[in-house]
C-alpha cells in the first residue's frame, strides 16, 4: 500500500475548472494502476478515471468524457484530474486510489484498488 493525499478541490461555478492533486508517498513504485472516484451526498462511490503508471494509458466514466483529462507524473509520484466544464452534478467527494505492482480487474472497480485517500470535496454552483 501507498499513503495518497488529494488536493485542489473547491468551489467553482458551472461551466469553470479545477485540477486536483494526488500525491503519493511511503513507498516508491515503477508499476501502479491509479484512479480518481467520487460520491455525491446520498449516492456510492463512482469511478471518475483511471491511468497506468508504467505507460499512462488512460479511461474514463462516460459522464466525464471530453471534459476531464487524468494524467500523472512519475518524477513527483502525482496524480492529476484536471476538470473543465464542470456541471452541478459533478459535485461530491473526490477520491484517489491506487494498486501498486501488478493490477488485474476493471479500473472501474473500487476492489481492483487497496490504497486511498482521505477525499477532496468539489463544489460546482449555478
Known amino acids: 500500500q501507498v499513503q495518497l493525499v488529494e488536493s485542489g478541490g473547491g468551489l467553482v461555478q458551472a461551466g469553470g475548472s479545477l485540477r486536483l492533486s494526488c500525491a503519493a508517498s511511503g513507498r516508491t513504485f515503477s508499476s501502479a494502476r491509479m484512479g480518481w472516484f467520487r460520491q455525491a451526498p446520498g449516492k456510492g462511490r463512482e469511478f471518475v478515471a483511471a491511468?497506468?503508471?508504467?505507460?499512462?494509458?488512460?479511461s474514463y466514466t462516460d459522464s466525464v468524457k471530453g471534459r476531464f483529462t487524468v494524467s500523472r507524473d512519475n518524477a513527483k509520484s502525482t496524480m492529476y484530474l484536471q476538470m473543465s466544464s464542470l456541471k452541478p452534478e459533478d459535485t461530491a467527494v473526490y477520491y484517489c486510489?491506487?494498486?501498486?505492482?501488478?493490477?488485474?480487474?476493471?479500473?472501474?472497480?473500487?476492489?481492483?484498488?487497496?490504497?486511498w485517500g482521505q477525499g477532496t470535496q468539489v463544489t460546482v454552483s449555478w
Open positions: 486510489a491506487a494498486r501498486l505492482g501488478a493490477y488485474s480487474g476493471s479500473a472501474g472497480d473500487p476492489v481492483a484498488y487497496d490504497s
Open positions: 491511468v497506468t503508471w508504467r505507460r499512462g494509458f488512460t
